[in-house]
């Protein structure tokens, strides 16, 4: 009996041992009794009856992305082309994640595949490859609607690579390599335009500041003269003037020394020739000297 007794004992702490459920962090686990859905089990500690509970899905609550092969889309202008996008998403309701599609990483490659075709169909080849952004979010706002039965949530959509054919291709290139010489072209002709407008305005600035030079050339020249001209006048007027002086004083000495009325004459005929001897071509002589000059001419001859 006691070894019976046990033998229940081990086999009920086998069954507890085994129908404890721990739930991690960012998971949940969808619960069915007798088949039909009981419960989500959060994150904790759980216990399950055996043989009548069941985990029926483990289900990942963290954000995940899905990276779809390329698919071949078809635009506006009828140009066929090969996209692949990148699905971030997360589960937000573990039930209707369980229970809502059968393969719901299938589901959303189908859905994004289609909603992909009908988005670049009404779209031309040009608005492709320069609308991504517009693409990005219509396809976003079209799964997160499509999926939320799911439980699912769409948190965003990236177009990961746009692949156009060949020759659209090799066309763009050439597009691009004419654009780029275009622009090389138009920098060029600017550079030089520029070059040549410093040039001219160097050398106008050079003709200016020689010009402003010269003036202040002739002015500096002038002055130079013009004070030249003023120190040989002052020269002059004091050569005149100390020879005026000289006559002063000669003439005062003569008076301070009794010299009477004919030497005083013969002085001013002495002056009469040393102005004779210069360049002028008349000399008008006062009568009064006159009568004196024809008395020392007659003195003179009697003195022989």
């Given at each position: 009996?006691?070894?019976?007794?046990?033998?229940?004992?081990?086999?009920?702490?086998?069954?507890?041992?085994?129908?404890?459920r721990?739930?991690?962090?960012?998971?949940?686990y969808?619960?069915?009794?007798?088949?039909?859905?009981?419960?989500?089990?959060?994150?904790?500690i759980?216990?399950?009856?055996p043989?009548?509970?069941?985990?029926?899905?483990?289900?990942?609550?963290?954000?995940?992305?899905?990276?779809?092969?390329?698919?071949?889309?078809?635009?506006?202008?009828?140009?066929?082309?090969?996209?692949?996008?990148?699905?971030?998403?997360?589960?937000t309701?573990?039930?209707?994640?369980?229970?809502g599609?059968?393969?719901?990483?299938?589901?959303?490659?189908?859905?994004?595949?289609t909603?992909?075709r009908?988005?670049?169909?009404?779209?031309?080849?040009?608005?492709t490859?320069?609308?991504r952004?517009?693409?990005?979010?219509?396809?976003?706002?079209s799964?997160?609607?499509?999926?939320?039965?799911?439980?699912?949530?769409?948190?965003?959509?990236?177009?990961?690579?746009?692949?156009?054919?060949?020759?659209?291709r090799?066309?763009?290139?050439?597009?691009?390599?004419?654009?780029?010489?275009?622009?090389e072209?138009?920098?060029?002709?600017?550079?030089?335009?520029?070059?040549?407008?410093?040039?001219?305005?160097?050398?106008?600035?050079?003709?200016?500041?020689?010009?402003?030079?010269?003036?202040?050339?002739?002015?500096?020249?002038?002055?130079?003269?013009?004070?030249?001209?003023?120190?040989?006048?002052?020269?002059?007027a004091?050569a005149i003037?100390?020879?005026?002086?000289?006559?002063?004083?000669?003439?005062?000495?003569?008076?301070?020394a009794?010299?009477?009325?004919?030497?005083?004459?013969?002085?001013?005929?002495?002056?009469?020739?040393?102005?004779?001897?210069g360049?002028?071509?008349?000399?008008?002589i006062?009568s009064?000297?006159?009568?004196?000059?024809?008395?020392?001419?007659?003195?003179?001859?009697?003195?022989k």
């Open positions: 009996m006691i070894e019976i007794f046990l033998l229940i004992v081990f086999i009920i702490l086998i069954l507890l041992v085994t129908n404890i721990i739930v991690t962090q960012a998971s949940a969808v619960l069915e009794r007798v088949g039909k859905f009981e419960k989500v089990w959060g994150v904790g759980h216990f399950k009856i043989f009548i509970d069941r985990v029926a899905k483990k289900v990942n609550l963290k954000e995940q992305v899905v990276d779809f092969p390329p698919q071949p889309v078809i635009t506006k202008d009828n140009v066929t082309m090969q996209i692949d996008t990148v699905v971030f998403f997360q589960i309701d573990p039930q209707a994640y369980a229970y599609v059968d393969n719901p990483i299938m589901a959303i490659e189908k859905l994004t595949a909603t992909l009908n988005i670049i169909g009404a779209m031309d080849l040009d608005q490859l320069t609308s952004e517009v693409i990005n979010s219509n396809m976003r706002t799964l997160d609607v499509a999926t939320d039965p799911w439980g699912i949530k769409v948190k965003r959509v990236e177009l990961k690579n746009i692949i156009p054919p060949e020759a659209i090799n066309a763009m290139e050439k597009q691009m390599k004419a654009e780029r010489e275009r622009r072209s138009i920098l060029k002709a600017e550079g030089e335009k520029k070059s040549t407008i410093l040039v001219a305005e160097g050398k106008k600035e050079s003709a200016i500041l020689e010009a402003e030079a010269e003036k202040q050339a002739a002015i500096l020249r002038a002055e130079a003269e013009k004070e030249r001209k003023i120190k040989e006048a002052e020269g002059q004091e003037k100390v020879v005026q002086l000289a006559n002063a004083e000669g003439i005062r000495y003569l008076r301070e009794g010299a009477d009325d004919a030497v005083l004459t013969i002085k001013k005929l002495e002056a009469f020739e040393k102005a004779a001897n360049n002028a071509t008349k000399i008008i006062p009064e000297i006159q009568g004196v000059a024809g008395l020392a001419k007659s003195v003179g001859e009697i003195v």
